[in-house]
C-alpha cells in the first residue's frame, strides 16, 4: 500500500540551521494535505551537518518539535531517502544546499515508482540574490512564496530565463501568530531585535547598542530588552562575528536594560514598541498589529536589507523615537507582505495544501525531479555547487564522500563533534582576530 494511502502523512524535513529548523517544520504542518481520514502527520527532522547546525539550546528554544530528529551529511540523507517512504520532503536549506539535494534526490529516485513532494522556499524576507537563490531552488515541486510580492517576483525570473514557474505557490510565513496587540502593557516595553549579520561591523553595532542604552536611559519608566538570536559559540542561518553579549560587557546599562532569548512569539507577547534593522520579526509584529519600527539610522540600503521596507510607513531613526514618534504602517503595504493582518493567515496555505493532494494523487505517480541547472546549462557553475556537498554531477556520491556507505559510529560521531567545535571557536573567535591584525 503506498504511503500516501495510509492515516498517517510521513513528513520529512531536512534543515542546515535553527532558524530554517523553525520554517521547515513549521510549514510542513501547515501544508500537510487535510483529510478526514488524514488528519495527522509523521514529522522526521534531519539536521545537516555543517557551521550552523543548531545545537540542543537552540533546538529548544525554537520549540518545533519532531517525532524523530539526527543529524545527517548529505549523503547520508540521499540514502535515507532511497529507503525511506514519504508523502512529503520540505527542503530547509540555503540555495546551494537545495539545489545539491534536488540532483542528489533525481538519482536516487530513478526508477522508483513514487517519491515525495519537495517542497522548499525561503525562511523571511528575499532582500538579496534574488535570482541566484531562485534558481538554485527551481526543480522542487512547490517553491514557497512568503506573501503576494514574492510571488510575482518569483515568477517573473523563472519565466525571464524561460523555466517552468508552476511550482511557485503563494503562502504565508507559517510562524506568524500571537494575539493582536490591544494596548500598552505596564510596564512599557521597548524590544530591539537584533540580527546575527546586519550590521556587521563593530563601529555600527556599538553605535546600536549605545542608542538602545540611551533610550532605557531617558526613559527610565520603560522595560528596554535587546532580545539576541543566539549566545556566543552557537551559528544561527548567519555568522555573527561581534555578539552584542560581548559589545555590551564594556558599557554601563541602566537596570530597565536587559538581554533577552527564548523564543520570539513569547518576547512579542510583552512588546510595546518592536525596533529592527530588517529583522523577519518585524512581519511578525506587524502581523499582531504591535507597533513597529525599522531603523534608518545606518542609512536605507540594500546591504542593511530595510529597503524592502519602502512604503512600508514604519522607517524611522532612534532620535525621532527617543521624541516619541510612532510610525503607521501602510495597509496596502503589509497586505502584499504575506502578513496577513486583516485575518486571513487561516487560508494562506489553503492553495499549497491541495497543489500537494494533486501531485499525491496524480495518475501514474510524481514526475522526475528536473532542475533549472543542468551540466549543460551550467557547467561552470553546477559541479562546485554539488561538489560542496560531495556529490558528483550526476548526483551520486563523489569518491571519499564521508560515511557515504555506512551509518557513522560512535567514535566517529564524537569525532565530529569535536570538529565542529573547533571549527565554530575559529570562525568565532580566532577568524576575527587574525582579520583585525591584519587592519593594523
Request: net charge neutral.
Amino acid at each position: 500500500m503506498p504511503v500516501s494511502a495510509t492515516k498517517t502523512r510521513r513528513v520529512a524535513v531536512l534543515a542546515d540551521s535553527d532558524t530554517r529548523w523553525k520554517w521547515g517544520a513549521l510549514t510542513a504542518n501547515r501544508i500537510a494535505p487535510e483529510n478526514s481520514e488524514k488528519s495527522d502527520i509523521r514529522l522526521d527532522g534531519y539536521l545537516l551537518r555543517g557551521r550552523a547546525t543548531p545545537t540542543a539550546r537552540q533546538l529548544q528554544e525554537v520549540g518545533v518539535h519532531a517525532d524523530s530528529l539526527r543529524e545527517v551529511t548529505a549523503v547520508e540523507f540521499l540514502r535515507t531517502m532511497a529507503q525511506e517512504s514519504y508523502d512529503v520532503l520540505v527542503l530547509a536549506l540555503v540555495g546551494g544546499g537545495v539545489q545539491a539535494m534536488l540532483h542528489g534526490l533525481k538519482r536516487v529516485w530513478e526508477g522508483k515508482p513514487g517519491r515525495p513532494v519537495v517542497v522548499t522556499g525561503y525562511v523571511g524576507v528575499v532582500y538579496e540574490k534574488l535570482a541566484d537563490g531562485l534558481l538554485l531552488r527551481h526543480g522542487a515541486d512547490l517553491v514557497l512564496a512568503n506573501s503576494r510580492q514574492d510571488a510575482e517576483r518569483f515568477r517573473a525570473v523563472y519565466e525571464g530565463v524561460g523555466a517552468d514557474a508552476s511550482s511557485v505557490t503563494e503562502v504565508a510565513l507559517p510562524f506568524l501568530g500571537g494575539e493582536p496587540y490591544t494596548g500598552e502593557h505596564d510596564p512599557y516595553t521597548v524590544v530591539f531585535a537584533a540580527q546575527p549579520s546586519v550590521p556587521d561591523s563593530r563601529k555600527d553595532r556599538t553605535y546600536l547598542l549605545d542608542r538602545l542604552i540611551r533610550h532605557a536611559r531617558r526613559h527610565p519608566e520603560r522595560e528596554v530588552l535587546l532580545k539576541l538570536r543566539s549566545k556566543p559559540g552557537e551559528h544561527t542561518t548567519h555568522i555573527e562575528e561581534l555578539p552584542y553579549q560581548k559589545l555590551v560587557q564594556r558599557l554601563d546599562p541602566p537596570a530597565n536594560f536587559r538581554l533577552v532569548y527564548g523564543n520570539m512569539g513569547e518576547v512579542l507577547d510583552r512588546t510595546d514598541l518592536l525596533v529592527t534593522i530588517s529583522s523577519t520579526a518585524a512581519l511578525e509584529s506587524l502581523h499582531r498589529r504591535i507597533p513597529t519600527v525599522v531603523l534608518t539610522d545606518l542609512g536605507v540600503r540594500e546591504v542593511l536589507g530595510n529597503h524592502h521596507f519602502v512604503g512600508s510607513g514604519c522607517l524611522a531613526s532612534w532620535d525621532q523615537l527617543d521624541e516619541g514618534h510612532r510610525p503607521v504602517p501602510d495597509e496596502e503595504w503589509v497586505s502584499r507582505q504575506g502578513v496577513c493582518a486583516d485575518g486571513t493567515y487561516a487560508t494562506a496555505f489553503d492553495a499549497a495544501r491541495e497543489r500537494i493532494t494533486e501531485l499525491l494523487d496524480r495518475p501514474g505517480g510524481m514526475p522526475a525531479l528536473t532542475p533549472y541547472y543542468t551540466p549543460a546549462t551550467a557547467p561552470g557553475y553546477l559541479p562546485g555547487i554539488l561538489a560542496r556537498h560531495h556529490l558528483g554531477v550526476d548526483g551520486s556520491p563523489l569518491p571519499g564522500a564521508p560515511a557515504h556507505d555506512k551509518e557513522p559510529g560512535p567514535v566517529r560521531q564524537i569525532v565530529r563533534r569535536a570538529a565542529r567545535g573547533a571549527y565554530r571557536h575559529g570562525v568565532q573567535r580566532v577568524a576575527p582576530v587574525i582579520r583585525r591584525m591584519g587592519e593594523l
